[in-house]
């Protein structure tokens, strides 16, 4: 079993983690779940067994015929041989189906995989994901926290975020240097607050957290043209009209505090 690394490939080899992420999942045979990254099959081989229907979305040319002879033959399993960064999620599944996603994510990319995935939301439901246990501390982070920042904020507008387990280097073939923790998203109905532009509160967020050191308001002036603002003075009235004190730090913010900015900024523009 050679691995690259440059695929981020750390196979789950020898351990009870397949089996304690795939009962996390809890699949049925009405599920449709998208994994990610099906490497040699560790989880696919449980998620197919459960009666689901399965997509697994692999880039490495080189597990194709492996993974075509234990599973090809399952009429629940479909492979796609793609980048999960340019896949369409959407369009792979059949109309008004809400997936369910499972991977255990390469970790090169797991930041830009897990924002692409937000941008699919609409027709997913949720996402049990394996990456770097440091990485899931910051997605699950409440304000007030060093690991609370715009991760956290982005994800949990979207998601409900939880902390399942942790899994030792021990577990993957080759181990990593690193723990892991598999974690559960669900993604909600609506927004976790309301924001007449989206789009605004999230780059909003970005400059927000921009320089974690800096109060709001000189992270704020930083961004002011990026913001579409034409004077400070805006930055001002808005954080007083939301009732935040300019010298407080992004890291304190909750993300209602941050769309009621939003909201007022956007107003103001
Ligand atoms: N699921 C397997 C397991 O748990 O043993 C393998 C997990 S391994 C950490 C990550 C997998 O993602 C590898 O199979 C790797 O080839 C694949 N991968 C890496 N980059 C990818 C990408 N951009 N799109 C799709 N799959 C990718």
Redesign the pocket.
């Known amino acids: 079993m050679r691995a ?1 690394r440059n ?7 020898g351990s009870h983690y ?1 089996e304690r992420i795939v009962q996390a999942v809890a699949p049925v045979p009405e599920d449709t779940i998208i ?10 081989e449980l998620l197919t067994a459960s009666g689901a229907s399965v997509i697994a ?4 040319h080189d ?1 194709i015929p492996e993974l075509t002879t234990r599973f090809g033959l399952a009429p629940n399993f479909r492979l796609v041989e ?4 340019e ?1 369409d999620f959407c369009s792979l599944l059949p109309s008004a189906t809400q997936a369910r996603v499972v ?7 797991s930041t830009p ?1 897990l924002q692409r995935l937000l941008t699919f939301r609409h027709c997913l439901r949720d996402l049990t994901l ?1 990456l770097q246990r440091e990485v899931v501390e910051r997605i699950v982070a409440t304000p007030g926290g060093k690991e609370y920042g715009y991760l956290s904020v982005l994800v949990q507008f979207y998601c409900t975020a939880e902390s399942l387990f942790d899994v030792p280097p021990g577990a ?1 073939r080759p181990a990593p240097k690193i723990w892991s923790s598999v974690m559960r998203l669900r993604v909600r109905p609506e927004p976790g607050a309301e924001v007449s532009d989206e789009g605004y509160f999230i780059e909003l967020t970005k400059s927000l957290f921009a320089q974690r050191r800096k109060t709001i308001l000189n992270n704020l002036r930083a961004s002011q043209s990026r913001l579409g603002l034409s004077d400070s003075t805006q930055i001002s009235a808005a954080l007083s009209a939301a009732q935040l004190d300019p010298q407080r730090r992004a890291e304190t913010l909750s993300i209602a505090e941050i769309a009621r900015l939003a909201n007022l900024l956007a107003n103001s523009k």
Request: hydrophobic residues 50%; proline residues 8%; charged residues 15%.
């Open positions: 690259k695929l981020g490939q750390n196979f789950l080899v397949p994994e990610i990254g099906p490497g040699h099959g560790a989880l696919t979305i692999e880039l490495d597990l793609a980048d999960a960064l896949v991977a255990n994510l390469p970790y090169y990319i995989i394996m993957f």
